[in-house]
């Protein structure tokens, strides 16, 4: 194998399933945004609160991890804050050569400053639909899908269900739940997926990061999750030391339920302690479907050219595992079958075969 040099992976196309509007700030945005409201912040320059975020975010807990997001939200409550992130976060995206992904965002986190839920979902959605316009006058053509997020430890999810559906024609592509995952187990919000389900409507949930299999059990077999946030313990359920699969990892691999793995956030959350002791390296040996993913760009410091730069040095990933991972998640995407063939056969493999002709 030769390695990809960094330039390469920059130019190579990415597909992103897994990134929170609210995790993705500038940290130069998010002074602005905090000095207009008057909301005091941990630093008051771009580079000292960028490295503010990623050693509050490295606590080795998801809990405290999470805390971190208390100021991102405060300065994300009018409609002009948003949709100026929601540009930006498309902007970002497309200079790293993302090329499609899906962007999250929970609407009942931005309703301090007097919007609806609707308005929520319609400044951002703006947002987005004026940074993939700038983006492609500079040359760069992303596609964006929203999903809608529902907290795990509120009680409205039913109502952020209903509110995606109605928004599906928009540009919501899917439906999730997030937050401390302990005490807070994804059956609580049963009605709203068999909600989901009845409309024909794609949800993933997270899943197997800060608790286990139990979690990653229910997301799946009570709720019917189409991929799973993270999903990264499913590693406790193979035997170590010769690949064996138990029950449940097996039946998600034969059902190619996909991995929406985060590789610098889970260091930070204590899943793995290092890169090259990420459980992703041994998923991807046993074909699970693996996705790449940033989770939260600001928090973890990071982009999809360096999760991917990452998995290059620490286990010697060439281009064409890079393409593997990339069509995983384009095929793994909450549009439709033929929007995603599309993506996978006109922009990504053409794009690679630029890069690494055989």
């Given amino acids: 194998m030769v390695r990809p040099l960094d330039d390469e992976i920059r130019r190579a196309p990415k597909v992103l399933l897994h990134d929170h509007l609210d995790g993705g700030l500038r940290p130069a945005t998010v002074l602005e945004l905090a000095d207009e409201i008057g909301h005091p912040l941990p630093a008051s320059e771009p580079e000292p609160l960028g490295r503010w975020f990623i050693s ?22 009018r409609a002009e804050a948003l949709h100026r ?49 700038q983006a492609a006058a500079q040359g760069h053509a992303v596609r964006v899908g929203t999903l809608l997020t529902a907290m795990r430890h509120a009680a409205r999810s039913m109502e952020i269900a209903e509110l ?33 389900q009845r409309e024909n409507f794609h949800f993933t949930i997270h899943a197997g990061e800060g608790f286990g299999l139990p979690s990653i059990w229910q997301a799946i077999q009570w709720c019917g999750a189409d991929r799973l946030g993270h999903g990264v313990r499913i590693v406790d359920d193979i035997d170590l030391t010769n690949g064996r699969l138990g029950r449940l990892a097996a039946y998600v691999r034969d059902k190619r339920i996909p991995l929406e793995l985060c590789p610098s956030s889970n260091i930070q959350t204590g899943v793995a302690s290092s890169i090259e002791t990420h459980p992703i390296g041994l998923l991807r040996e046993l074909r699970f479907r693996v996705t790449v993913n940033t989770d939260n760009r600001l928090m973890s410091g990071t982009s999809m050219t360096r999760e991917m730069g990452l998995l290059v040095a620490a286990f010697g990933y060439d281009l064409a595992e890079l393409r593997w991972l990339t069509v995983n998640a384009m095929k793994s995407a909450f549009i439709p ?3 995603r063939l599309a993506i996978i056969e006109d ?7 630029k890069l690494c002709p055989s």
Avoid: N
């Fill in 56 to 77: 509050a975010a490295s606590s080795g807990s998801l809990e405290r991890y999470l805390e971190t997001f208390e100021h991102t939200v405060a300065v994300l409550q």
């Fill in 85 to 133: 992130v929601a540009a930006e976060c498309v902007l970002d995206l497309a200079a790293d050569g993302v090329v499609y992904a899906e962007v999250r965002f929970a609407p009942e986190r931005h309703l301090g400053g007097g919007l609806t839920l609707d308005g929520v979902v319609e400044a951002v959605l703006a947002g987005f639909a004026d940074g993939v316009a």
């Fill in 164 to 196: 995606a559906v109605r928004y599906r024609d928009e540009g919501v592509v899917g439906f999730d739940i997030a937050g401390a995952e302990a005490g807070f187990p994804p059956t609580r919000h049963l009605d709203a997926f068999e909600y989901l």
């Fill in 337 to 339: 079958f033929d929007q």
């Fill in 347 to 353: 922009v990504i493999k053409p794009s690679y075969a």
